[in-house]
């Protein structure tokens, strides 16, 4: 089991930053995918940025070059570096691990931070 607690989240104007921090209860080095997921109302949860291998990134076209995922493996969290918000990222952002065993694969989430870009 792991659990995992956001925190960063708040109101912010347009054109500014915030730093989400995602910690968790066990060590993230055997943690095979860490990624960050938002849910604006009305809308499905999608993919913000992930990281996979402690290294490898993958982000969604609408935030490359102005988000940037990374670990702390010695303080067990994940951040999301989040710069030139816009109203368009106001969202619900969770944070997710993703572990993978010979007996099959698990998924754990956060408990979600609210971010809201205000015009």
């Known amino acids: 089991q792991v659990q995992l607690v956001e925190s960063g989240g708040g109101l912010v104007q347009a054109g500014g930053s915030l730093r989400l921090s995602c910690a968790a209860s066990?060590?993230?080095?055997?943690?095979?995918?860490l990624g960050w997921y938002r849910q604006a109302p009305g809308k499905q949860r999608e993919l913000v940025a992930a990281?996979?291998?402690?290294?490898?990134?993958n982000y969604a076209d609408s935030v490359k070059g102005r988000f940037t995922i990374s670990t702390d493996n010695g303080k067990n969290t994940v951040y999301l570096q989040m710069n030139s918000l816009e109203p368009e990222d106001t969202a619900v952002y969770y944070c997710?691990?993703?572990?993978?065993?010979?007996?099959?694969?698990?998924?754990?989430w956060g408990q979600g931070t609210q971010v809201t870009v205000s015009s």
């Open positions: 990281i996979t291998g402690g290294s490898r990134t």
């Open positions: 997710n691990a993703a572990i993978s065993t010979p007996l099959g694969a698990y998924a754990y």
């Open positions: 066990r060590s993230i080095f055997s943690i095979d995918t």
